[in-house]
């Protein structure tokens, strides 16, 4: 047996998921059904005003009349939309950060998750400890638990809250952006989330204003039977920027739980929005049963003249990823940038890729989508750049790389490019290839071990997306992809 | 939805109403026509024909075409001219003796009309017809296997290697107007045989007409074929062609194709790679001027381990052109070793002009090498700055550029016979394109 096929077996061998765990908690859900009175329900239980009801129940009835989508390049059995809770919560729901419930602390703990402010100053009182801080909005199923440092955001004007109180205490805000960007009826699953999100996190970024620490929200699915869908809300207004980190696990469960989420993001003049995931849902076993259906529409408006939004994304976890984080460059000299690192294995499939709509003179477009498939894995990339009349002097470049490890796996690449004006640059380049004997030969002939080797091989594929990660988040990521690939090998 | 299904009844009609053959033949059409009426035409929800504006062509009912079409000498003069070949001359779909010239025959060769090998229950035209191209998948190709009647059958025996090739002719001519023609080329080559095959398609018809034609090709081991496929329609025409070819082991074949002409122009072709060692190239050049839509679908199979392909296909786009390059490679799992390379690259010269780009990868198997790459976009300010700076007009600079990025392709033509036409046709749609003299 040759070594690469040795490790190529290892890798495709059992997997550990180390977030697997459930958190014991007295729950309130609702029975699996969707109709208006589940709608309804979710609503009222929020205390959201008349308006925000109706604007659920007209998605609600979008949705009921869409036929579900099966463009998408993934294998899996029909949903039934009626086994699905579409609403879980932990019984006490706590006021301030300080009556939260501590076993949820003790599992964000367990996850790595700051959940306490004082915690972080500590780690600046503590010699040589100095860790960025982060700010958290942490969302269990289909609420929101808390969020630090809210406070200190607010000295500056940020608004950083989940979406149910800035519904609540911002509505002039969430009734101006919200489904300007993903509209009700976008698509079926954008649908779904219109009329039963449950929560998420909304950003507000005054004029003039640089967010002093990272936001992030982290999102955890426990309670089965359920699926979670949370809404996130940025806007960015001019000049503002902002950097956001969203990271999600869920425990190990033999069914497939869904995850339909929306992302909207608006960038007004000179604005920056930087938006990072580490995705990693539970992938299911390793015979593919359970894990995540991950079927998530973000997208980004650079409404201002030049915007810039960055998507940049690590897709190591759920059964099935169906994600196509999007930028519309409407702006003149706005820039869209979409990096992502995506790896399948066990019998993971992802069909994801990027939208970049150029409206926009000089409007620019990056797109560098690296992608690892294993084991079964199986994952296409899909991108569109589209070019308008408008869109003088449009400028794209897309690399798309996969590396596959092992002779079951698959890679695809499906690019669209429609061009309409003749001063647009679109350039599309493909790669697929594998780990030579040759590379693996080189590393171990100068003392690297064959583990080793195979990290750095891949760590060298993804370095391009890795470098443009957050610095913590790029370490976490590189953590993460050993993790994923390297547990079995060697 | 009403429209369609009256629109299927009158094809059906169509059908019901035509002369009937016997055995084998008839049961592939009846098949075909079952087909068609279970499919119907293509809609915008399709994936493969989502840019593909098909209603005017779908309201309008197109009847195969009556006999006794008469061409001008201008149509013939622009017939593709090879000394020593032999050539088939098709009007309105049905052979011409008149045209055509098989004295040229050579041992091992066997030429003839696709009616004769019905008649005489032709070995080749039963292995092939309607069985190499599948009705299932392609509602136009069912459409000709249910009323072609007539066409090219072009047999290669094995060891044969043919040093003039095989012309065939597809003419239309006025009376070819709001009907529709359905020309079929079945082409075998043997064993160790190689051959090579110039299709030329073009009319006179004033009137719009639905030109579908069929190509069935099929290689056998070591075998090699050589297709110059020039699409140059009357420009009311709808043309909508489809050719699909087996290359197994050791074979090798190789498109060029042009598509020049007709208000729109599709052309799918399949090629499988069924065999270690198969190779397949494909080259294309497609033009789109006025209100033009130029489309061509490839889709490259490689089914086993060792097989190469490559493809380049280049599209120049005027004003409100529009453009579809829809490019799939699948490497199957058990294809290692597979080597495939596609690449696509647009000229837009107005801002109107629309140009789509698909280059797609699908692939199974782990052992390969494939890469696609594709561009959309206007000449390079560098180089029109470097023949500016040389004392070079704008205008002529840009002609010039714009002839060199599309004369790369017309530059390995592989009939030349028909380089000069395809060159004027690329000279009429460049702007500016007056001010070249076509050189020599």
Redesign the interface.
């Known amino acids: 047996m040759s070594a690469s096929s040795k490790t190529i077996e290892e890798i495709t061998g059992k997997r550990g998921y180390e977030y697997g765990f459930i958190t014991d908690i007295e729950q309130e859900s609702l029975p699996p059904g969707l109709s208006e009175e589940t709608v309804r329900f979710i609503s009222a239980k929020k205390d959201e005003p008349e308006w925000m009801l109706e604007w659920r129940l007209e998605a609600l009835r979008g949705w009921l009349e869409m036929p579900h989508p099966n ?1 998408a ?1 993934v294998h899996y059995k029909p949903i039934d939309f009626q086994a699905i809770s579409y609403y879980a919560a932990p019984k006490n729901q706590p006021k301030s950060l300080d009556e939260v419930d501590p076993k949820l602390l003790e599992m964000y703990e367990k996850l790595g998750i700051p959940m306490h402010e004082r915690e972080m100053l500590a780690g600046v009182e503590g010699a040589g400890e100095q860790r960025p801080e982060v700010a958290v909005d942490a969302v269990f199923d289909s609420v929101s638990v808390g969020t630090t440092y809210k406070a200190k955001l607010a000295e500056q004007g940020i608004i950083f809250c989940s979406m149910s109180e800035a519904v609540q205490d911002h509505p002039e805000l969430v009734r101006k952006y919200l489904g300007t960007v993903v509209p009700r009826k976008d698509n079926f699953f954008a649908a779904l989330n219109s009329a039963v999100f449950s929560d998420g996190s909304f950003v507000y970024i005054p004029k003039g204003v640089r967010c002093p620490m990272e936001l992030s929200t982290y999102f955890r699915m426990n309670a089965g039977h359920t699926g979670q869908f949370e809404r996130t809300l940025i806007i960015a207004e001019e000049g503002a920027s902002v950097s956001y980190l969203e990271g999600c696990t869920a425990p190990m469960r033999d069914e497939n739980q869904l995850h339909a989420a929306v992302v909207e993001l608006v960038a007004l003049d000179d604005a920056d929005i930087k938006y990072s995931t580490v995705q990693n849902w539970y992938p299911g076993d390793e015979n593919g049963v359970g894990g995540i259906f991950n079927f998530v529409t973000k997208r980004g408006l650079c409404a201002g003249k030049r915007s810039r939004i960055a998507w940049t994304q690590v897709e190591t976890g759920s059964a099935i990823t169906w994600k196509y984080p999007s930028c519309v460059l409407k702006g003149d000299d706005s820039v869209g940038e979409f990096y992502s690192v995506a790896v399948t294995r066990g019998y993971q499939q992802a069909d994801t890729g990027t939208k970049m709509i150029h409206m926009g003179k000089n409007t620019r477009s990056t797109i560098i989508a690296k992608g690892i498939s294993a084991g079964h894995g199986e994952q296409s990339y899909r991108g569109l750049v589209r ?1 308008l ?1 408008t869109a003088k002097d449009a400028r794209n470049y897309s690399q798309c790389d ?1 590396m ?31 780990i030579s004997e040759d590379q693996l030969f080189y590393c171990k002939q100068r003392g690297i071990g064959e583990e080793e080797a195979v990290s750095l091989i891949v760590n060298g594929f993804c370095r391009d997306v890795f470098k443009k990660l957050p610095m913590e988040f790029a370490v976490e990521a590189q953590k993460l992809l050993e993790v994923t690939l390297e547990d079995s090998v060697g | 939805m009403e429209a369609v299904s009256e629109q299927k009844s009158v094809y059906l009609q169509a059908f019901e109403a035509a002369d009937r053959l016997d055995g084998w033949p008839e049961e592939r059409r009846q098949q075909a026509i079952q087909a068609f009426e279970s499919q119907g035409f293509p809609t915008r929800r399709m ?1 493969a024909w989502k840019h593909a504006k098909l209603t005017a062509l779908t309201q309008q009912t197109f009847k195969p075409v009556p006999e006794g079409g008469e061409l001008s000498a201008a149509t013939v003069e622009r017939f593709a001219d090879v000394a020593g070949a032999v050539r088939l001359v098709f009007v309105d779909g049905r052979f011409s003796p008149r045209y055509s010239d098989l004295d040229a025959a050579v041992p091992g060769l066997k030429v003839q009309s696709l009616a004769a090998a019905f008649r005489e229950d032709d070995g080749l035209a039963h292995e092939q017809f309607g069985r190499v191209m599948d009705a299932e998948s392609h509602a136009f190709a069912a459409l000709n296997t249910a009323f072609a009647v007539d066409g090219a059958v072009v047999d290669v025996a094995p060891n044969t290697v043919l040093d003039a090739p095989v012309v065939v002719i597809f003419a239309n001519s006025r009376k070819a107007s709001g009907h529709a023609v359905y020309p079929r080329v079945l082409l075998r080559a043997g064993s160790n045989a190689e051959v090579r095959l110039v299709q030329q398609y073009l009319g006179e018809n004033e009137d719009a007409a639905l030109i579908a034609p069929v190509s069935e090709v099929l290689l056998h081991d070591n075998a090699s074929v050589r297709i110059q496929h020039f699409q140059d329609e009357s420009l009311p025409s709808w043309h909508l062609g489809a050719m699909r070819v087996r290359v197994p082991r050791d074979a090798r074949f190789a498109l060029h194709t042009v598509t020049a002409g007709a208000r729109f122009g599709r052309t799918d072709v399949q090629v499988d790679l069924e065999g270690p060692g198969a190779d397949v190239s494909m080259n294309g050049l497609y033009l789109s001027d006025g209100e033009r839509y130029a489309d061509y679908h490839t889709v490259v199979r490689h089914v086993t381990d060792h097989s190469h392909s490559q493809q380049l296909f280049k599209g120049v786009l005027t004003g409100r052109g529009e453009s579809v390059f829809d490019g799939m490679i699948h490497v199957a ?1 058990d294809a ?1 070793q597979t080597d495939s390379e596609q690449q696509n690259n ?1 000229l ?31 000449l390079d300010a560098d180089a029109l700055f470097y023949l500016r700076s040389r004392g070079i007009a704008r205008d002529d600079a840009q002609a010039l550029l714009t002839f060199a990025f599309a004369n790369d392709v017309l530059g390995s033509m592989i009939e030349p016979a028909l380089a000069p036409q395809a060159r004027d046709r690329l000279l009429s749609v460049l702007p500016g394109g007056n001010l070249l003299e076509a050189p020599e």
């Open positions: 463009w390049h070019v009349p996969s596959l490890i092992g002779d079951k796996c698959a890679a695809h690449t499906f690019p669209y490019i429609d061009a309409q004006h003749p001063g647009a640059q679109i350039e599309h380049e493909a790669t697929t290839s594998r | 994936e799992r290692q647009n837009l010269l107005s801002p109107l002009a629309l140009a789509h780009s698909n280059p797609r990868l699908e692939i199974y198997a782990d052992d390969v090498k494939c890469a696609h790459g594709s561009t959309v976009g206007e």
